[in-house]
């Protein structure tokens, strides 16, 4: 069986193995509020909530929840971009042995209203500014309650003043349109109402929250995560960076997504930590806030890195505070890894994960042996393996592409109400992710491509990934991803999409003579189409598939 064989580029300080809390989530942050009391547990807009607030804030809102008939086993949707509202919800629905549903505040009511059907949901907990979309919702579903709460309610003074000023002349903000009836509640007045509830008592299996597939790959699937799997990825990522009590992080990834949820919010909270909250990703608000409030430790995905690059005056931003950064979701450039590592002289520790399993499951080693443009080496109880493509039971050698597949104790349950789906990928303990990539004698690997991305051209497999890298070398492109289409004769072929930087024209001529020189004959897009802007998940994920979809859209209008 061909695991990570361990080797001495491991870094010697972080342990093989964990011993992890047999706690849930909610109580491991209750335990660090103990401890460390006036610590700065958030920081919003300038407003800073210690961890005592933050917990009395907790117990009064689960017992507000509780109040309006909320019971172990339950389950509530969460719709909110980062703001204490979202933290201050998901330890108070863990305190009271709630599942937790996180969905994103993007989502068509389409999308919702299949979340809300799927899980069974009883209530629902939302931006004020999503009641439009709510409105609509409420006539497709039934629910036992709706909790809206508004950004100013955690504004410090005076921002909280002038925020309805703000939203009332700002045209592009959507109007908040409330319907009330006995069912509609406020944040703010369950917090006064609400007296402080004890902790359920419950086991690590329970489920704690279930998270939507973000469809990249198909039908969107409810990952079901225990107590159990949360707490260990969090356990895992504190200690790949030693993160403790003098760490504040950044957190401008969506605490919806399995990466913010773990990296971004549990993992720094159960520890003592600091989170500093950014509702959105602007470039230019992210530079701001690290020269403002000197974070420790961020998080984010490469098209990030791209756009904070590409700001005109980044040479002005001193970034020197970061001492560690975790990179996911997507491969990144080393051409943009090497440019931010020179800006900020952080690590730049580019990992892998995907949220069956919470989110990371490996990682380049922080103090130990980094090798740029792989994912590193399994987190702490992490084993995995590169297995042929076929059957998934041949152990590849090292060098030889092959499927990935994990077992670790922050594996899902399982897909909500769909047991055969579950089958599919869970196979003996071991989760068939998908994925493709290549070990090395190390241990190492080097991720390849999604195994449904895989594209057969003239016979020959191409991995859009390694074309991507190519594009993204090219001194005129900002952004750029390949795609595999159906071709009438080869099979398929590839198309690729790129945006220029910013003062900067592109002829799809030149891409194409630039990959000549760059890639095999057969790996060379036939098209390339020039955007200014790619279609991205929440998180900042390039969604190959949408720009797939679009294709086959014009194909059919076209009778093709």
């Known amino acids: 069986m061909n695991e990570c064989p361990w080797l001495q580029c491991y870094d010697a300080e972080v342990p093989h193995s964990l011993e992890y809390p047999n706690e849930d989530i909610q109580a491991l942050v209750a335990k660090a509020a103990e401890r460390h009391p006036e610590r700065p547990a ?5 407003k800073t909530i210690t961890y005592r607030q933050l917990m009395d804030l907790t117990a009064r ?6 109040d309006l008939g909320l019971a172990k086993g339950d389950r509530v949707v969460l719709l909110m971009p980062n703001c204490p509202q979202f933290v201050i919800s998901f330890l108070a629905l863990q305190r009271l042995g709630v599942t937790a549903v996180l969905a994103n505040p993007l989502n068509v009511e389409r999308e919702l209203i299949f979340k809300f059907h799927d899980s069974g949901a009883k209530g629902l907990i939302a931006l004020d500014l999503l009641s439009q979309r709510v409105n609509k919702i409420r006539k497709e579903v039934t629910l036992d309650f709706i909790v809206y709460t508004s950004l100013a309610d955690f504004l410090p003074f005076p921002l909280n003043l002038l925020y309805p000023v703000k939203r009332g002349l700002d045209k592009s903000m959507p109007k908040v349109v409330i319907e009330r009836d006995a069912s509609t509640h406020f944040f703010k007045g369950l917090l006064k109402k609400g007296r402080p509830v004890p902790a359920a008592a419950g086991s690590p299996e329970d489920l704690a929250v279930l998270i939507y597939s973000g469809g990249t790959t198909g039908v969107s699937k409810g990952i079901m995560l225990s107590q159990r799997a949360i707490v260990a990825n969090a356990w895992q990522a504190c200690s790949w960076v030693d993160m403790g009590l003098a760490d504040s992080l950044l957190a401008v990834l969506p605490l919806f997504h399995g990466f913010g949820m773990s990296v971004c919010m549990n993992a720094p909270l159960s520890h ?3 989170v500093i909250l950014l509702p959105r990703f602007q470039a230019k608000e992210v530079v701001d806030a690290i020269v403002r409030h000197k974070p420790s430790l961020f998080a984010g995905v490469p098209t990030m890195f791209i756009a904070i690059k590409e700001l005109p005056d980044i040479d002005s931003y001193d970034l020197k505070s970061l001492r560690g950064i975790f990179v996911g979701a997507a491969p990144l450039p080393l051409a943009v890894m090497r440019e931010f590592e020179s800006r900020t002289g952080a690590a730049l520790i580019e990992g892998y994960g995907l949220t069956e399993a919470v989110t990371a499951v490996a990682c380049n080693p922080f103090r130990g042996k980094r090798k740029p443009g792989t994912i590193g080496i399994p987190f702490p109880d992490v084993r995995w393996r590169v297995v042929d493509l076929a059957e998934g039971k041949r152990d590849m050698p090292p060098g030889e592409a092959g499927e990935i597949i994990i077992k670790c104790p922050e594996l899902m349950s399982g897909y909500l109400n769909q047991p055969e789906k579950t089958d ?13 990539g290549v070990m090395d004698e190390e241990g190492y690997i080097t991720l390849v491509d999604r195994k449904k991305d895989l594209v057969i051209v003239s016979g020959f497999n191409v991995f859009p990934s390694e074309v991507d890298e190519v594009l993204h070398d090219h001194p005129k492109v900002a952004e750029a ?6 071709h009438p004769k080869k099979g398929e072929y590839l ?3 790129v945006v220029p930087k910013a003062g900067q024209s592109i002829e799809p001529n030149e891409i194409i003579d630039f990959c000549k020189e760059n890639l095999s ?11 200014s802007e790619l279609p991205k998940s929440m998180i900042g994920k390039v969604l190959r598939r949408s720009l797939r979809e679009e294709e086959e859209k014009k194909w059919e209008s076209a009778g093709r």
Do not use: N, Q, S
Not at 42 to 46: E, H, P, Q, T, V
Not at 424 to 436: K, M, S, V
């Open 272 to 274: 003592g930590g600091t």
């Open 481 to 486: 991803v390949a795609v595999g289409l159906p």
């Open 61 to 66: 809102f689960a017992g507000g929840l509780k």
């Open 42 to 46: 958030l920081i919003f807009m300038g």
């Open 495 to 497: 198309k690729a999409y």
């Open 424 to 436: 599919e990928c869970l196979r003996d303990g071991w989760l068939y992710t998908g994925d493709i």
């Open 521 to 531: 004959a057969y790996m060379v897009p036939k098209e390339v189409e020039v955007r």
